[in-house]
């Protein structure tokens, strides 16, 4: 009676653990899989600077995404001529945190015979880890503290 007893406790705390092994699992796949990786975030944040003119390409205008000091909201097209050709078209550098990547973007002035450009001027995008806020820093990024791509 007693070997008896002592397997359906043994079987109930294995049932217990395959049960919570699986629920870990399945809610620590369901985070992964809301987050985008470093290649996708690279992939937005090129298309948010193409589509906001911030390069030389055209703008999509029916998506614009406003910065703070935009007080032209009304008159898109002060805020395209301002912005465009402010930044080179493909990233260069890439900051991760706990949340959100960070993209960074040279200025278009920047020549490209420089090789240390860790301090040169530029604009970073900010992305959520799950890929859904995208929008640009308003302050001047530290490309020291980045990785260059």
Known sequence: MRYIAYNNIRMKRTFIQVTLLFICNFSFGQVLNDTIGKYD????A???VKDNGYCSL?????NLSYELWDNYRGND????????NTLKCNASYISEEAKEWH???LSSKIQAIH????????RSIIISKDGKEVRMAHKAP????FRKL
């Not at 055209?58 to 029916?62: A, F, G, L």
């Not at 805020?79 to 465009?84: S, T, Y």
């Open 58 to 62: 055209p703008p999509n205008r029916s």
């Open 46 to 48: 090129e298309q948010f």
């Open 115 to 122: 090789s240390d450009t860790s301090n040169a001027p530029g």
């Open 142 to 145: 530290l490309f020291s503290k």
């Open 41 to 44: 975030a690279i992939k937005i």
């Open 103 to 105: 993209i960074g973007f």
């Open 77 to 84: 097209d002060s805020i395209l001529k301002r912005r465009k």
